[in-house]
């Protein structure tokens, strides 16, 4: 079956611009996370979502980034105000249910370039 | 969350087994050891997980120390397409329930022929 989908693959924007990066999760998968992934670091969690509510933002670097989740699958990673430290491969994953035991699934990323 | 100490790179012949070790002596009682992998532009893979017991799928098996402090991740016919940076984490970081993974550094596998 189809995996997780992200779009677009590669974004480049000018520093103070906005940007929306979208996932498309696997069908049937409750659970949604976003990470990021800066040039040689590890992932860095940003967001949790079990159905369409975030019962864990505390990874959400600031005020200008935020994200949302409809009817249950498609989510949206909109960051204002671009900076150029926002620059990173972002990472969409989803699994079954949100447990501790549950394998994750992850996209092909977003490459977010800030000029 | 349990902080997990990986060497930073390994060689490999094709075809032999590969062995990554990792430290993770904080880990709890209640928090698997997950181990996934990310080629090159790509996004994570999931290779494996466990809790005490030994684990084995079709890409690898897990060996995890009774006193669960460490673990290896066993490629056992390591090939080409291996090369990739291997992750181990306990997905429990802060607590939650719900799998939040923290990832380190990784090893960086290199199979050569």
């Known amino acids: 079956g189809a995996g997780v989908s992200q779009s677009p693959s590669n974004k480049v924007t000018e520093k103070g611009k906005d940007v929306e990066l979208r996932c498309d999760p696997i069908s049937g998968h409750t659970a949604l996370y976003w990470y990021r992934q800066s040039l040689g670091q590890g992932l860095e969690f940003l967001i949790y979502f079990q159905g369409n509510s975030a019962p864990d933002k505390s990874g959400l670097p600031s005020d200008r980034f935020s994200a949302e989740r409809t009817g249950g699958s498609v989510s949206t990673l909109t960051i204002q105000r671009t900076q150029q430290e926002d620059s990173a491969v972002y990472l969409c994953a989803s699994s079954f249910r949100g447990a501790s035991n549950n394998e994750q699934f992850f996209g092909p990323g977003t490459r977010l370039t800030v000029l | 969350d349990a902080k997990t100490t990986q060497p930073p790179s390994m060689d490999c012949a094709e075809g032999r087994a590969a062995n990554l070790p990792c430290n993770h002596s904080?880990?709890?009682?209640?928090?698997?050891v997950y181990w996934y992998r990310q080629i090159h532009s790509q996004g994570p893979q999931y290779i494996i997980h466990g809790l005490k017991n030994n684990e084995t799928n079709e890409m690898a098996s897990l060996i995890i120390t009774e006193d669960r402090k460490s673990s290896t991740l066993i490629l056992p016919h390591a090939t080409l397409r291996d090369t990739a940076v291997y992750y181990c984490?306990?997905?429990?970081?802060?607590?939650?329930?719900?799998?939040?993974?923290?990832f380190g550094q990784g090893t960086i596998l290199t199979v050569h022929p």
């Open positions: 984490m306990g997905p429990n970081a802060g607590g939650t329930s719900y799998g939040k993974l923290t």
């Open positions: 904080t880990i709890s009682g209640n928090e698997y």
